[in-house]
C-alpha cells in the first residue's frame, strides 16, 4: 500500500521560507514524483516535480523561489520554498507518478502533468500573509 505523508506546512509572512516534506512508504518502483497545490476556488495545478533521472520541471510561477529535492536514503521528498508570495498560499500535496509513467523525463518540453501521477498525499497547509 502507497502511502504519502505530507508536513512541514503552516503561516508565514511574505518573504519567508518553508520546506514541505513528503514521506513515502509502499513505492513499488522508483518513479516521478512531485508537488502540486490548490488554492481555494481555483483548480489543482503542478508545482515541481522530479523524474527518476533527477531531472526536474517547475511552474512558471515558481521558478527561482521553490526546489524539488528527494531524500533516496530517507524515502523523504521535499519543496523548499523561499521568497513565499500571498499568491502561493494553497494547501499542497505530494504525489507519485503511476507506474505507466514512471520513467518520464522531465525537460523544457515535457511538463508535469496530473494524470501521470497516481498516488497522493493528504496535503499540507501553507498559508502566505502579506
Known amino acids: 500500500q502507497v502511502q504519502l505523508v505530507e508536513s512541514g506546512g503552516g503561516s508565514v509572512q511574505g518573504g519567508g521560507s518553508l520546506r514541505l516534506s513528503c514521506a513515502v512508504s509502499?513505492?513499488?518502483?522508483?518513479?516521478?514524483m512531485g508537488w502540486f497545490r490548490q488554492a481555494p476556488g481555483k483548480d489543482r495545478e503542478g508545482v515541481a516535480a522530479?523524474?527518476?533521472?533527477?531531472?526536474?520541471t517547475y511552474a512558471d510561477s515558481v521558478k527561482g523561489r521553490f526546489t524539488i529535492s528527494k531524500d533516496n536514503a530517507k524515502n523523504t521528498l521535499y519543496l523548499q520554498m523561499n521568497s513565499l508570495k500571498p499568491e502561493d498560499t494553497a494547501m499542497y500535496y505530494c504525489?507519485?507518478?503511476?507506474?505507466?509513467?514512471?520513467?518520464?523525463?522531465?525537460?523544457?518540453?515535457?511538463?508535469?502533468?496530473?494524470?501521470?501521477?497516481?498516488?497522493w498525499g493528504q496535503g499540507t497547509q501553507v498559508t502566505v500573509s502579506s
Open positions: 522530479m523524474a527518476s533521472d533527477g531531472s526536474t
Open positions: 504525489a507519485a507518478c503511476s507506474f505507466w509513467s514512471r520513467s518520464i523525463k522531465y525537460s523544457d518540453y515535457v511538463p508535469q502533468r496530473q494524470a501521470d501521477f497516481a498516488y
Open positions: 509502499g513505492y513499488p518502483y522508483s518513479g516521478c
